[in-house]
């Protein structure tokens, strides 16, 4: 990679966010990299101008992205478009998106620059909501598509079809459509199995179905997924990334496909996924011996 200029973005919740990204910035400066701030973040650590995020992703080589796997799922739909790489640099919380730590900022930065690093290409859904066969909504996202069930205590009906093949009726209280990355988010929570995120797959995971046979189905990459809600005067709510939320009515269809575009994000270059796992989920200490996993 030959990165000339980095855009920045970051929660600016997260109090010492700020901080460190004038930190990252003169770094960089000092080694002849322009930096861009978004705007918020530029306001927030006192910086003369900044750029709105869209701005921003098509003028950087490299985005670097302070915050939660929230802040980064933002800013990959925003640069869906782009092919440029993101970083993420976690400020604490329990993100599988964010991988990099903060104590490992600049020595990460340093491979990444001289482009000793690994670029993981993660795949995106692309869903649309329709009524009475007329399109309502499109958006492209990189975890998953929920759809609940209303404010009532009733399940929700989603008649399913596969590659315009019927799969089945779900009677639950939501299905969750989900990429391999966001195989550990609530799909993860739902029981649904755990992917290696640069697979290309579709996840389907009902939410307490009705009929127990009902389970995770994992699906290929190419399948198109229909599902017709019938959910009588209740609707329902389908939200893309934990984040944009559509209220749907009864006989509305929402349609799920591979996305033609991904995300690149550069992988951690101080640990492997399989630490990822271990180190969020818990799992125990490397055995004597062993090395990032391998005998």
């Not at 000092?30 to 869209?54: I, M």
């Not at 799909?187 to 995770?216: D, K, M, W, Y």
Request: net charge positive; glycine share 8%; aromatic share 6%.
């Amino acid at each position: 990679m030959n990165i000339k200029k980095v855009g920045v973005i970051a929660n600016v919740e997260k109090e010492k966010s700020p901080e460190y990204a004038l930190i990252l910035k003169r770094w960089l400066v000092e080694r002849g990299v322009t930096v861009f701030f978004e705007d918020a973040l530029a306001r927030k650590s006192g910086e003369e101008r900044g750029l709105d995020r869209r701005k921003l992703v098509q003028t950087a080589d490299m985005i670097v992205v302070f915050g939660g796997d929230g802040t980064l799922l933002r800013t990959a739909r925003a640069a869906r478009e782009v092919d440029i790489p993101i970083v993420g640099i976690n400020m604490g919380g329990f993100g599988y998106l964010t991988e990099i730590n903060l104590n490992e900022m600049i020595g990460a930065m340093e491979m990444i620059l001289r482009g000793d690093c690994r670029i993981e290409r993660r795949m995106m859904l692309d869903a649309a909501i329709s009524r009475e066969r007329q399109p309502v909504k499109e958006r492209t996202l990189l975890n998953d598509v929920v759809i609940h069930r209303g404010n009532l205590s009733r399940m929700v009906e989603m008649e399913t079809i596969v590659n315009d093949c019927y799969l089945t009726t779900f009677k639950a209280d939501g299905l969750i459509i989900s990429t391999p990355t966001g195989s550990t988010a609530y799909s993860l929570s739902g029981g649904g199995p755990i992917v290696f995120p640069e697979q290309a797959l579709i996840i389907l995971n009902p939410i307490c179905p009705h009929t127990l046979t009902n389970r995770p189905i994992i699906l290929p990459e190419d399948a198109t997924v229909k599902i017709i809600l019938w959910t009588r005067e209740q609707g329902a709510t389908v939200t893309l990334d934990g984040q944009v939320s559509y209220t749907v009515k009864d006989g509305d269809t929402i349609a799920i496909r591979k996305s033609p575009f991904v995300t690149h994000l550069v992988a951690s270059p101080h640990r492997d996924y399989q630490a990822i796992l271990r180190t969020k989920l818990g799992w125990g200490t490397l055995p004597a011996g062993m090395d990032k996993g391998r005998p």
